[in-house]
């Protein structure tokens, strides 16, 4: 289990506590709130049904220019397809919430996930709000709580950190995340059951700061998948405090780029996280795609290969079955040349020039595919797209996790 | 076990031998023999990555200009991702039984089913094919050998069969298919590992024959999923023997309305059939999409949702969580309101304008869902589009069947 071991973003608190939403009994209300108010750029599924702590959340930033007091994160109930009383209850939220704050409504964002098609019981949230400010805490514990009180079907926490000097002054990244099933992410910009949270203490602000999180986010949150059903309730949040009091603007573009990259790990080590802790996942598999036209044609391929049940169902057994990898990449909708592909499996060939490799060697494959991680690299021709792309395996235990139902 | 119980179009022989390509030792070649060279009409996968025989069953179809005097089809061996062999193992197959039967090679068409990437031993067939075409026959039990050997993964012969008067004579159609697993049919014209041979006794030419299968074949195996992987080897072959002495163009248009009917009624009991034994399939789910822009569109909010191993789970248990089936729809990137939407389990209503339907029984969907079939009904608004679209459920059979790998 990540713990967090580096010093956190200046200019942040957090808390958890139990408001009895989720069925297990744990901590299931979480909040952040920043000491002055952050800058936010935000990044919400496209899926056409979002959630209402999505539509309160994307109207609350338009009325605020883009400045969050306070998070408000419940686990247990996703506030989804809950018509106008869901829209009320996450308003209500964030009411309650900026009156016991003094702040405005509008500078409080909600999020949800957990079952879609329940109301949520907006007295639980209410009832356990202060309790919750009471607790809050800029120690890393206070942060673990948040972290912790987010998950679901999560076996464990998920964060990460990150540090850069920039000007000689330390920014720094914390992030944390929840998501194990309904993973499939497809975010927009300001458009997430995928939730993710990323603090630092840059001074910048939302415009500078939504370019920020674009690029980062495609490349990472937007490049995972571990059963393609992209949720109702995806959301990226980044908050910049500004507590550092480093200024964005006063940064030279080698500092620039240093953060960018340091942003960028930290999304990358989350998503990452996502798929090793996705429902029933024995092997995490990261897809290199190359060779196409452009990065959307390989993207196509990725995702393709990624939702094939074959494949994945294969993985699970460590199966060198590249023959369902080539058929998934046929019907990705991108037009190629078998006789110029070639899949490497871990580093070993298995198909080239349109034939098996002759250098095929299944019983080495098969051992390198027994590992818990490895990669699998497609390349279609000679074009300049390319793509990573993270998945996993199709496994029993996945069926038996979304299968368990009794009345 | 569906059986041939009416009379066959006349103008067939049918037959099938073991070659020894399936690990099975069953009969694993069947060929079907016209007496004068057929019409024929074919669709092929749309899969960028195309079976040996498909290219070459495509050459030869060119070359004849659509006759037809055999239709040669292994399983066990898909002849797939093999390569220039590959295209000459089809091509040795087609000039052998030319030979034998005393044909052009461009007028026997080749099929195969089976594991993708390893050699078709070509010289198992060659030494079979005498044998096979000694025992050719026109009776019942010779189509259903035919019928039979053509199986993988299947646990059952499937054959459709209809008869319509067309001038006060009986025209005949019978036809059969195989395909368990990685179906996902998305077929072109002339351009399938869902193969499906279809027989009628009409006297019509390659031209209006293809007129014909175009439309049948759309809306029923362009309709179906199991797993949503579409095969590198899905044929759809219609021959015509014109042994009926009922020549298409002299049928008025009632009577031809009735034998359109009648051959996508065939096609429509076989593509169920595919369904009903699909690997590991325990509910045939039939998807009713109503209210879109256009047909396109309903077809692709049925695909996003027969895909989608959220809803695919929940059914295998029975559960009502319309809200995967609401999130899935969300994602198939087409528009809609969701406050228009309303879906409708087993007849029952689950979802309605937006939110839960205050008429939900939730005993009562459980009680329909533990039905080997049944409907679920999704109205996304006041457009004219909908389509009909058959697909199952993802059960823990599936996993094993398709993880069954040891070295």
């Not at 702590?53 to 998070?71: D, E, F, T, W």
């Not at 019983?363 to 490895?374: C, F, G, I, P, W």
Request: hydrophobic share 45%; glycine share 8%.
């Amino acid at each position: 289990m990540a713990s967090i071991r580096q010093a956190l973003p200046a200019g942040f608190r957090w808390a958890a506590v139990k408001a009895g939403i989720k069925a297990s009994g744990r901590t299931d209300l979480a909040i952040a709130v920043c000491d002055t108010p952050a800058a936010a750029a935000v990044m919400f599924t496209r899926n056409q049904v979002v959630a209402a702590p999505i539509i309160v959340g994307r109207n609350n930033l338009r009325a605020s220019s883009g400045k969050v007091k306070a998070v408000i994160v419940n686990a247990g109930n996703a506030n989804c397809a809950t018509g106008v009383l869901g829209i009320r209850t996450a308003e209500q939220t964030c009411s309650h919430a900026a009156a016991l704050l003094g702040c405005e409504q509008q500078e409080v964002f909600p999020s949800s996930t957990g079952i879609i098609g329940v109301p949520l019981p907006a007295e639980k949230i209410v009832a356990a709000l202060p309790a919750a400010i009471e607790r809050l805490s800029s120690s890393n514990s206070a942060a673990e709580d948040f972290a912790t009180a987010i998950l679901t079907t999560d076996t464990r926490m998920k964060v990460a950190q990150a540090e850069v000097v920039l000007n000689d002054r330390p920014v720094r990244i914390f992030g944390c995340c929840k998501g194990a099933g309904m993973i499939g992410p497809q975010l927009g910009p300001p458009h997430a059951t995928m939730l993710v949270y990323l603090f630092t203490d840059l001074a910048i602000g939302p415009v500078d700061l939504q370019a920020l999180l674009g690029p980062a986010a495609d490349k990472s949150f937007n490049s995972i998948s571990v059963d393609g059903d992209t949720s109702t309730n995806d959301t990226v949040l980044l908050l910049a405090s500004g507590a550092c009091g480093q200024a964005w603007e006063t940064v030279d573009q080698e500092a620039q780029t240093s953060f960018r990259d340091a942003l960028f790990g930290v999304c990358e080590r989350l998503a990452h996280d996502i798929i090793d802790d996705g429902e029933g996942v024995t092997h995490v598999v990261t897809l290199q795609i190359s060779g196409t036209a452009d990065y959307a044609a390989a993207k196509k391929i990725a995702r393709s290969i990624a939702h094939s049940p074959l494949c994945k169902t294969a993985w699970s057994s460590a199966d060198p079955n590249w023959g369902r990898i080539l058929a998934a990449a046929g019907y990705a909708g991108v037009p190629f040349d078998p006789a110029h592909v070639s899949i490497h499996i871990g580093g070993l060939p298995v198909f080239e020039d349109g034939t098996r490799s002759l250098h095929m060697d299944e019983k080495a494959v098969h051992t390198r595919m027994l590992q818990r991680e490895y990669e699998i690299a497609v390349s279609l021709g000679n074009g300049p797209g390319r793509c990573r792309f993270l998945t996993c395996d199709l496994t029993v235990e996945y069926v038996h996790i979304n299968a368990d139902y009794s009345t």
